[in-house]
């Protein structure tokens, strides 16, 4: 019952890899974490211009530090989950305990919920900070790529929170039928309480009515 709960194969199988590829829940983690190299490499490499008069570099994005360093804090956190989940993936059949399966899931239901808000705040600061900026030229176009990334960040990661949440579905469809309560199971072969006389049971023929019967005679002279 536990080794197939969650939608995993049997516990044990040896590990395929192009099947594990070619699951839809590899690819989707596999365009995220693209996604999330594109957003914080390309604002760590071209983020931070010198503006005229000034000693320090400044964000490209309104010259907002925050925006900057929001969008590599979560691109930078981004990457290193999925890394971590593509391994739990691979080693998610290995797993013979469904309760293990179950946290695992669950932790991965959470964390893509959490990040695709979190991306989504992302697209909207940073979509808001470069439309009152006022740059152009190949900044421009680093600009828009980190902002388009970060929407297609935030819809990979909503896909993934929907595919862990049939997971979980799956996973407690799949334990609620193939667990029975034993107290209800009816083909057991012995009884589970004491039901009276037991089978081809016959009364004593030494019985108070028949050595009583007649009651007391004396014995004759």
């Known amino acids: 019952m536990e080794s197939s709960a969650y939608g995993a194969s049997l516990a044990g199988g040896a590990f395929d890899f192009w099947s594990f590829i070619k699951r839809p829940q590899t690819i989707v983690r596999l365009f995220s974490w693209l996604f999330s190299i594109v957003v ?98 190949v900044l421009a176009d680093a600009a828009r790529a980190v902002v388009a990334f970060s929407f297609f960040s935030t819809a990979t990661w909503a896909l993934l929170t929907v595919l862990a949440f049939r997971r979980y579905r799956q996973g407690m469809d799949e334990v609620g039928l193939g667990y029975s309560d034993p107290a209800s199971d009816h083909t057991s072969p012995y009884p589970s309480a004491y039901s009276g006389a037991p089978e081809g049971y016959q009364q004593s023929p030494f019985t108070a009515s028949s050595a009583g019967q007649g009651g007391y005679q004396p014995p004759a002279y």
């Not at 309104?62 to 900057?68: E, G, P, R, T, V």
């Not at 991965?108 to 940073?126: A, E, H, I, P, R």
């Open 40 to 137: 914080f490499a390309t604002i760590i490499s071209e983020g931070y211009i010198n503006p005229a008069g000034e000693p320090t570099a400044k964000c490209m994005f309104n010259q907002n530090d925050s925006a900057c360093s929001y969008g590599i804090g979560i691109g930078i956190l981004a990457f290193m989950a999925c890394v971590a989940f593509l391994v739990l993936d691979a080693y998610f059949p290995q797993i013979s305990n469904a309760n293990d399966r179950k946290y695992i899931v669950l932790g991965d239901l959470c964390f893509s919920g959490v990040w695709t808000f979190l991306w989504f705040v992302c697209f909207c600061v940073l979509a808001n900070q470069w439309s009152h900026t006022d740059q152009g030229g």
